[in-house]
């Protein structure tokens, strides 16, 4: 447990250095580097304090990265589903992390309620297995206003909406909302585990996206049925807006089709042979992957990595997030 002497005192040398050039570089990224190096000792190499495990640093950041989008999942699960978010659940979690903003009880049917509980409890156990494994960060400040969503529902839509989209106003709003989340983290996680070096690392990854892909397949699920339906007054039906919500995805993911609606061109469908598309998948039925890089620009609602916003107002944690920050 705890970090050998010299390792310490080399930490205190560079932390030093890098003070004086940031003093000297001015601007955000001596900003940055102050708060990067504001923390103390990284020792994600060694686990939490009494854990026994080694996980290389690449290890390391590949698991804390989807801490951000497990901590924006379990704000936006709970505080729909229960009115009140990880604060009230376990504060412990949060590692002192400022509260997110806008978060509200949604308006739901019982069953969707009830679904969205059990999801909520999910990723608070998400958070606990992975800083079991890692050390992790503090919650991030997280945007999971009504104005957000509706924000991305109207840029999806590229249309001004009156009244605007709120994701708490029922339950098809609510669910058109949740599409929009647990996807993210699931491609993330396929593109994460090529690049995962122990299989300790892999054996979480693939109990989180297992359970994540879960997630998304109800969601899927539910909207599915009610692809016909229109949303609100807007005049569009569930599925044409899960197609403009994909859509926009993939522009600011900037790679290409990663991304699907619930009803799509016979050609993108299982096998090149089906409209209906409750499950996205590429030409073999395989899930979509994603770099940390193209779920920043997503979830930043800005296409780019290095300039966040959107959920993440400051950004997101972690060294694979300020690894982009220029
Ligand atoms: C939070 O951590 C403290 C100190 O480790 C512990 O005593 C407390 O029980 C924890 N609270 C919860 C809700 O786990
Ligand atoms: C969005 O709408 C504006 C105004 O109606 C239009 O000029 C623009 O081309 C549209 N953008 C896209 C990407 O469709």
Not at 9 to 15: F, T
Not at 41 to 56: A, D, E, Q, V
Not at 91 to 97: D, P
Not at 106 to 114: E, Q, Y
Request: glycine letters at 12%; aromatic letters at 8%; a negative charge.
């Amino acid at each position: 447990m705890g970090v050998p002497a010299s390792a310490n005192s080399g930490v205190v040398v560079v932390a030093a250095l890098v003070a004086v050039v940031a003093s000297l570089c001015g601007g955000a990224r001596a900003q940055d580097m102050d708060k990067e190096w504001a923390r103390p000792p990284y020792r994600g190499y060694f686990g939490p304090p009494g854990s026994m495990s080694m996980l290389p640093q690449s290890d390391v950041d590949l698991l804390e990265f989807p801490l951000n989008l497990e901590y924006l999942e379990t704000e936006f699960f709970c505080w729909s589903a229960l009115g009140y978010g990880l604060d009230a659940i376990d504060a412990n979690l949060t590692g002192g992390g400022p509260p997110s903003i806008g978060g509200q009880s949604a308006s739901l049917t019982p069953f969707v309620r009830d679904i969205a509980t059990q999801f909520c409890y999910q990723e608070v156990g998400h958070l606990r297995a992975i800083k079991q494994t890692v050390r992790g960060f503090p919650r991030p400040l997280l945007d999971i206003s009504a104005a957000n969503f509706g924000k991305i529902v109207e840029q999806s839509l590229n249309a001004t909406l009156d009244p605007p989209f709120n994701p708490y106003e029922n339950s098809v709003n609510f669910l058109i909302a949740s599409y929009i989340i647990p996807y993210v983290g699931l491609t993330g996680y396929v593109g994460a585990n090529p690049k995962l070096l122990t299989p300790q690392a892999r054996k979480l990854l693939a109990g989180l996206l297992g359970v994540e892909s879960a997630q998304d397949a109800v969601i899927r699920t539910l909207l599915y049925e009610r692809g016909m339906s229109r949303v609100a007054s807007y005049g569009v039906g569930v599925a044409e807006l899960t197609s403009q919500i994909s859509e926009l995805r993939n522009t600011l993911g900037r790679r290409g089709v990663k991304d699907e609606g619930l009803v799509v061109e016979t050609a993108l469908g299982a096998e090149g042979m089906t409209m209906g598309n409750v499950i996205a998948g590429d030409h073999l039925s395989l899930a979509y992957d994603r770099t940390p890089e193209e779920i920043l620009g997503i979830v930043y609602g800005t296409g780019n990595p290095s300039q966040h916003g959107g959920f993440f107002p400051q950004g997101a944690d972690g060294r694979i997030a300020w690894s982009f920050i220029a």
